[in-house]
């Protein structure tokens, strides 16, 4: 039995045999033809064939599939009927007596570079067009026969060097059940498609066409980016089960979307997402979030010459809080500096990018650039449940400056009669070390706490989270992380104020039962975990996790911590 | 000749899916139909040239159209950019 690694790109257990699309290569040489009337009608044949070809594939896609897709070749009928393609070919035939494959491939690669070179990802796809429709004409000029995936009525699982978009919309779910490609990444063209078909994909694989055989049976495991060929009984047993458990546990998880997130003792705890963008929405609420417990507005503020102005932060703003209907958004204040640089905001080269001027450090010391992000948060609050939340707090004077910079915006508006919420919670980001000590003093001033892991982590134990030298010190489970997580909730429940942590220790497996004997109140992680984090929280029971806390607190070491949980 | 200067509104720009309506609707004109965009001027029956322009939204173009059905081949420009929803003059 063999195996290939490569990347996973979209979930679940295919098992079937290989089908291999080949693309065949086809070269093209330069020759000199004497009969140039005779040639331009070589090509204009090819050309009707492929476009009968496209008929045919354009209505088998639209009935097998749906008309989106369907509509791709419809674009391909236009590029063949474009009078700027054909002309010039016909044109270089008869002017410079070629022959008809090198006219095609010389015209087309000119449109292929020009798109190609375009600064616009959009474009760049056209350039995948054009080059699918010259290949098709190219296969009938050369008399090579072309495969489709739409004629396959087997269930197969396809191995290809890639996918052309031509390929990847004519993948029925039916039959395809899966594909391994050997070049692409998790967010190229053809992995995006497998997850929205929901079919398990490896791609990345650099050698299943050179591996793989016709007929083959090939297992997918789109979890771990993993490829077995000809697998033995015990194998083939396994992964039958894993792909039966992988289905049970997805039903499950969609059961759970539209649910609230109980424990098995009855216990209700938030689950939330974290997102960089407006775009992020449509994610949470398939997901079935019930709050956006980190809203990363520094993406607003990439990627562009200048600062957003008030108003198009706003209207970002507003977006989510409406879109969230309701629901708790916990939006962080600007945290740019360090290691994360604006083209337009030119700050000094630090030696020790972490520790240096970034986050509330910076906006309090640009206050007229965090005043407009304060006000465009409070024009935003009447449209939703907007808390406010500011990063990188170290003392409780950064607190008191930053809050009164946010009332005294606050006052301004609604002196010029702008409305405001009266209900917007402002709290902090705990990943300094001094203030999860400090908690308790915070806790007396702050509507609440949410808990940065990954910062928390590598300040706790000084070691920078880039550097791959000391990774091993990202130790999220280590009792000294843990202790200083409890001195936080602890201090915040005194109060009567809530804490809730955005890093990704808070959708960890290892960690949720640990942060729910904590008492956490609010987990925030990508939204594609929610549901699992769901589905766990509701077979563990607070009660029993808080009874073991003690125990956990006093382990020496994170792999002490670990086996221990492992176990229960 | 007839010619006329339309803003496209669309928020993805003169993007695929209209464009390549645009064009299919005038392969069956006789005219010769252009569209100027920053001092490109491109074959308007032709979905390479209009896709090789990358109008974004905001921007105007020029659109032309000469020939013995110029006046029928403006109209149906106008009533296709407005249908697809990327002009609304």
Redesign the interface.
């Known amino acids: 039995m063999n195996r290939i690694s490569g990347i996973a790109a979209s979930n679940g257990i295919a098992i079937a045999k290989a089908f291999r699309l080949e693309h065949p290569e086809l070269t093209v040489d330069k020759k000199n033809v004497a009969d140039t009337q005779a040639e331009i009608e070589r090509f204009q044949q090819a050309v009707n064939e492929s476009i009968a070809e496209l008929e045919v594939i354009k209505k088998r896609t639209a009935e097998e599939i749906s008309d989106k897709e369907a ?1 791709i070749f ?2 391909h009928l ?2 063949l ?5 054909i002309g010039p070919i016909t044109d270089k035939i008869n002017t410079d007596s070629v022959n008809a494959e090198f006219a095609l491939h010389e015209t087309s690669t000119m ?1 292929v570079d ?2 190609e070179a ?1 600064d ?1 990802e ?2 760049k796809e ?1 350039a995948a067009d ?1 080059r699918d429709v010259t290949k098709r004409v190219l296969a009938h000029l050369l008399g090579v026969k072309i495969q489709n995936p739409s004629m396959i009525t087997d269930e197969v699982v396809v191995i290809a060097e890639d996918l052309t978009p031509s390929d990847t919309v004519q993948l029925n779910p039916k039959y395809i059940k899966g594909f391994i490609t050997d070049i692409g990444g998790r967010t190229s063209h053809s992995a995006i498609l497998a997850r929205t078909l929901e079919i398990p994909a490896v791609v990345g694989a650099k050698s299943a066409m050179s591996s793989i055989d016709n007929g083959t049976i090939v297992i997918i495991d789109g979890l771990e980016g993993e490829v077995l060929l000809d697998p033995d009984e015990a194998t083939l047993a396994e992964y039958k089960e894993k792909q039966q458990a992988f289905a049970g546990q997805k039903a499950e998880w969609a059961k759970l979307k539209n649910e609230a997130t109980v424990t098995k003792d009855g216990v209700a705890v938030e689950l939330g997402a974290n997102i960089g963008t407006p775009k992020d929405l449509v994610g949470v609420l398939d997901n079935g979030g019930e709050a956006i417990g980190l809203y990363r507005t520094e993406f607003l503020y990439m990627g562009r010459d200048e600062f957003p102005t008030e108003q198009e932060q706003t209207d970002a703003y507003a977006e989510v809080l409406q879109g969230m209907d309701g629901k708790p958004t916990v939006v962080r204040t600007l945290d740019i500096g360090g290691d994360k640089e604006l083209s337009y905001l030119k700050l000094p080269k630090e030696l020790n990018p972490f520790l240096g001027l970034r986050a509330i450090r910076l906006c309090l010391e640009m206050p007229d650039m965090f005043r407009t992000q304060l006000r465009a948060l409070l024009r935003a609050s009447v449209h939703g449940n907007l808390k406010i939340m500011f990063p990188m707090i170290a003392t409780l004077d950064e607190f008191r400056e930053a809050k009164a910079l946010l009332m005294e915006e606050k006052a301004k508006l609604e002196a010029e009669g702008i409305p405001v919420s009266d209900q917007i919670e402002v709290g902090i980001m705990v990943e300094i070390p001094s203030t999860a000590v400090m908690a308790d003093t915070f806790a007396k001033e702050v509507d609440f706490f949410s808990i940065g892991t990954n910062d928390l982590i590598q300040y706790a134990m000084a070691a920078d989270r880039m550097n791959e030298s000391v990774s091993y010190l990202y130790q999220p489970y280590n009792p000294a992380i843990l202790r200083l997580v409890k001195t936080v909730i602890d201090a915040s429940h005194k109060e009567g104020k809530w804490t809730g942590m955005c890093g990704e220790m808070a959708g960890d497996e290892i960690a949720i039962p640990i942060l729910l004997g904590l008492g956490l109140d609010e987990f925030s992680m990508s939204a594609s975990s929610i549901l699992k984090a769901r589905s766990q929280l509701s077979r563990l029971s607070k009660a029993d996790m808080e009874g073991h806390i003690e125990h956990i607190l006093g382990l020496s070491t994170s792999q002490e911590v670990e086996d221990y949980v492992k176990n229960l | 000749m007839v010619e006329k200067t339309f803003t496209i509104t669309d928020p993805a720009g003169m993007h695929a899916r209209p464009a390549s309506a645009l064009v299919g609707s005038l392969t069956k004109f006789q005219s010769d139909i252009t569209m100027e965009f920053k001092d490109k001027k491109v074959n308007l029956k032709s979905i390479l040239g209009v896709m090789s322009l990358g109008v974004p939204s905001g921007s105007q173009v020029q659109i032309a159209a000469d020939g013995a059905d110029e006046a029928e081949a403006m109209e149906t420009i106008e009533r296709v950019l407005k249908e697809q929803g990327i002009s609304n003059e």
């Open positions: 509509a419809g674009a236009l590029v009927e474009d009078p700027e393609l449109f020009m798109f375009m616009n959009y474009m056209r054009v």
